[in-house]
């Protein structure tokens, strides 16, 4: 079964812009989620993605957004990036199983890197 | 809220010697645990979860970790380090609507 999906892996872009990162769930897997990863701040929660629905959201300005397609394929935009926004992107993916037991199965990331 | 705290940035150890991963948690109810670990420029791995059944947890490539409620800690062992195990590693809480906590994380480094 192929894994987590993530395109770009690397991306440079300059302040101001916006950029757009795709992610491709496990087959069969209905949730999506982002996470943001800084060597200051950590792994820090962005939102989830459940059939098309924004189920869950970190503490994030609304420059982040997200949305998730039929086949729960996920994408999210980041607009205005700041210098700040330069961070690894992880998307994971899983059944989507509330309770808390739900495994989240992570992709190799989007680098992004802001100047 | 539930949180977890690795009481250790970083761990060296030789290898063939036991590696000891400290993780406490805070959690208002009975929750759901993680190990993840992560290597250089690599997403992460899930090594082992704990949902309230047994409260020894067996993991891949030998990693396992107790739940201990009294101490409110889920610590993560191996008995015997091998130099591939040297990467960074992520103990998570979940709530039950999955909105995971991570940890800091612990650099383990392996020595020959």
């Known amino acids: 079964k192929a894994g987590v999906t993530q395109t770009p892996r690397y991306l440079i872009k300059t302040r101001g812009q916006q950029v757009t990162l795709s992610c491709s769930p496990i087959s069969g897997h209905r949730s999506v989620s982002w996470y943001q990863q800084t060597p200051g701040q950590g792994l820090q929660f962005l939102f989830e993605?459940?059939?098309?629905?924004?189920?869950n959201k970190g503490n994030f300005p609304g420059r982040f957004s997200g949305r998730q397609f039929s086949n729960s394929r996920s994408e999210m935009n980041v607009s205005t990036l700041e210098l700040g926004d330069s961070a690894l992107y992880l998307c994971?993916?899983?059944?989507?199983?509330?309770?808390?037991?739900?495994?989240?199965?992570f992709g190799p990331g989007t680098r992004l890197t802001v100047t | 809220a539930q949180s977890v705290t690795q009481l250790d940035s970083h761990v060296s150890v030789s290898e063939g010697t036991p590696v000891l991963l400290r993780c406490n948690y805070s959690?208002?109810?009975?929750?759901?645990l993680f190990w993840y670990v992560q290597h250089p420029n690599k997403g992460l791995q899930l090594l082992l979860k704990?949902?309230?059944?047994?409260?020894l947890v067996k993991g891949i490539n030998g990693f396992e970790a107790e739940f201990k409620k009294s101490e409110t800690s889920f610590h993560l062992t191996k008995p015997s380090a091998h130099m591939s195990d040297a990467a960074e590693y992520f103990c998570?809480?979940?709530?039950?609507?999955?909105?995971?906590?991570f940890g800091a994380g612990t650099r383990l480094t392996v020595k020959p």
């Open positions: 994971a993916s899983s059944f989507g199983h509330t309770g808390g037991s739900d495994e989240q199965y």
């Open positions: 959690s208002s109810y009975s929750p759901s």
């Open positions: 993605y459940f059939s098309e629905t924004q189920r």
């Open positions: 704990y949902t309230s059944a047994a409260t």
């Open positions: 998570v809480v979940s709530a039950r609507n999955n909105d995971m906590r």
